[in-house]
């Protein structure tokens, strides 16, 4: 019980949840890219918006009642899951005005796709960077130690 409060407050929680989401986020767009000439393929993504939304109601309510719970408040279609990540349903995505469909039916642009994949990739390891920051200042703290 004292290890789960220690490590549901603070940014650790959050983070948890922007890195399970980008790594799932990241498999999609992968898929994406393997597909890029798959016939009939539409392009797939998980909802951004609707987890940044959840991401920031959550820490809303977390700072209105009790700074040291962290309760992901879930949606439609994302939700925490029980390993402290996030469950998001992976939706076709609407079509847009930058979307082409070529003559197979097939709207995947790869130069999207690679603009998605590094945007997701420097913010996962953006996240991951400081929440390993996070940990080395709990050891440090468990040690006595002094961090400059």
């Known amino acids: 019980m004292y290890f789960k409060a220690m490590f549901d407050q603070g940014a650790i929680p959050v983070l948890e949840k922007i890195i399970s989401f980008t790594e799932a986020r990241h498999q999609v767009i992968a898929n994406n890219i393997a597909n890029v000439d ?3 393929y539409r392009r ?14 959550s820490i809303e ?17 994302v939700a925490a899951n029980e390993l402290g990540g996030v469950t998001a349903r992976v939706l076709t995505a ?10 197979d039916n ?9 603009s998605e994949l590094a945007k997701n990739t420097l913010l996962h ?3 991951v960077q400081i929440l390993s920051k996070e940990f080395q200042m709990l050891g440090n703290a468990i040690s006595e130690r002094i961090t400059r």
């Open 38 to 40: 798959t016939p009939n």
């Open 44 to 57: 797939r993504d998980l909802p951004v918006s609707e987890f940044q939304h959840a991401l920031s109601k």
């Open 61 to 77: 309510h977390r700072r209105a009642t009790n700074p040291r719970i962290f309760d992901f408040l879930a949606t439609d279609n």
């Open 94 to 103: 609407s079509p847009s005005p930058l979307d082409i469909l070529r003559h």
């Open 106 to 114: 097939n709207n995947v642009s790869i130069d999207r796709e690679m």
């Open 125 to 127: 390891n953006g996240m």
